[in-house]
């Protein structure tokens, strides 16, 4: 019975609202904390081979857990129906793609990276850090039902998002990439195709859907001040403002692991220096 409760989407319908800035939060907040941390010095300074193996088994794992959620969610639609609204049909679209900022860039940030796709490099590291963080602060499909039962869809929506705001991170820290602020155009342009794309699915896909929350306000009446206030509709002006300044805190973010690459380069060429 464990075994099938690990596999199961059961209690992901109930909104972890009530976990919210609670220690419960807090340990979970810390925990990604830890995690990010201890990868980070773990493989900072590892041989470049090596830090290329763990990128890719980042970005593979990344995937994987992906379609590990989807196998659940249709099989749990075959044989025991409705478990919750995350259960659907192998036919169903969110088998095969997503209109949701995160659910895009867990498929795109492996592609952007393998196949070094540079025009679309600085809005998927950006949004892909913003979207990560976002989920962290407030973990919807995280902290959901029991947050002591841990099943494989929290795992997977907890290591997810947790690896699109580290692997970005750690790929400036390397000095593998870089993000600049130069190419902020290409980050708005990004943004507004992401929203597009989140409104087609809503008005052409999935009459049900608030792909990016962009059709009613999840949080009116919740615990975040003055957005829980916003009636829907207004609040996209709100959202709109929130993730303007969200995008600039990130260009400050990624600044820390530049400069981390900055110094690491600076103490590597002085060891060369012949004395």
Same mark, same amino acid.
């Given at each position: 019975?464990?075994?099938?409760?690990?596999?199961?989407?059961?209690?992901?319908?109930?909104?972890?609202?009530?976990?919210?800035?609670?220690?419960?939060?807090?340990?979970?907040?810390?925990?990604?904390?830890?995690?990010?941390?201890?990868?980070?010095?773990?493989?900072?300074?590892?041989?470049?081979?090596?830090?290329?193996?763990?990128?890719?088994?980042?970005?593979?794992?990344?995937?994987?857990?992906?379609?590990?959620?989807?196998?659940?969610?249709?099989?749990?639609?075959?044989?025991?129906?409705?478990?919750?609204?995350?259960?659907?049909?192998?036919?169903?679209?969110?088998?095969?793609?997503?209109?949701?900022?995160?659910?895009?860039?867990?498929?795109?940030?492996?592609?952007?990276?393998?196949?070094?796709?540079?025009?679309?490099?600085?809005?998927?590291?950006?949004?892909?850090?913003?979207?990560?963080?976002?989920?962290?602060?407030?973990?919807?499909?995280?902290?959901?039902?029991?947050?002591?039962?841990?099943?494989?869809?929290?795992?997977?929506?907890?290591?997810?998002?947790?690896?699109?705001?580290?692997?970005?991170?750690?790929?400036?820290?390397?000095?593998?990439?870089?993000?600049?602020?130069?190419?902020?155009?290409?980050?708005?342009?990004?943004?507004?195709?992401?929203?597009?794309?989140?409104?087609?699915?809503?008005? !052409? #896909? =999935?009459?049900? /859907?608030?792909?990016?929350?962009?059709?009613? &306000?999840?949080?009116?009446?919740?615990? @975040? $001040? +003055?957005?829980?206030?916003?009636?829907?509709?207004?609040?996209?002006?709100?959202?709109?403002?929130?993730?303007?300044?969200?995008?600039?805190?990130?260009?400050? !973010? #990624? =600044?820390?692991? /530049?400069?981390?690459?900055?110094?690491?380069? &600076?103490?590597?060429?002085?060891?060369? @220096? $012949? +004395?």
């Amino acid at each position: 019975m464990r075994i099938l409760s690990f596999f199961s989407s059961s209690g992901m319908d109930d909104q972890p609202v009530q976990y919210l800035f609670t220690w419960i939060h807090l340990i979970y907040f810390l925990i990604c904390v830890f995690v990010f941390i201890i990868l980070m010095r773990i493989f900072l300074h590892q041989k470049p081979s090596i830090q290329k193996l763990f990128i890719n088994i980042c970005l593979v794992l990344m995937i994987i857990m992906k379609y590990a959620g989807e196998a659940i969610f249709v099989s749990e639609w075959y044989l025991f129906g409705a478990v919750s609204t995350y259960s659907h049909s192998f036919w169903d679209w969110r088998t095969f793609f997503s209109f949701q900022m995160c659910g895009v860039n867990n498929i795109l940030l492996p592609l952007v990276i393998w196949f070094k796709i540079k025009p679309l490099k600085d809005y998927i590291f950006l949004s892909s850090i913003l979207g990560g963080i976002a989920v962290i602060i407030y973990p919807l499909g995280v902290l959901s039902g029991d947050p002591f039962a841990i099943t494989l869809p929290m795992l997977r929506s907890m290591i997810v998002h947790l690896l699109l705001v580290f692997v970005p991170c750690f790929l400036i820290a390397t000095g593998e990439t870089s993000v600049e602020r130069k190419n902020w155009k290409r980050t708005a342009i990004g943004v507004l195709g992401m929203a597009a794309w989140a409104m087609y699915g809503n008005l !052409f #896909v =999935d009459a049900k /859907a608030n792909n990016m929350y962009l059709m009613t &306000n999840p949080f009116f009446g919740g615990p @975040i $001040p +003055i957005i829980n206030m916003i009636p829907d509709g207004y609040h996209v002006l709100v959202l709109a403002v929130f993730l303007s300044i969200g995008l600039i805190i990130c260009y400050y !973010f #990624v =600044d820390i692991f /530049a400069a981390i690459a900055k110094k690491a380069a &600076n103490q590597k060429q002085a060891s060369e @220096i $012949p +004395i």
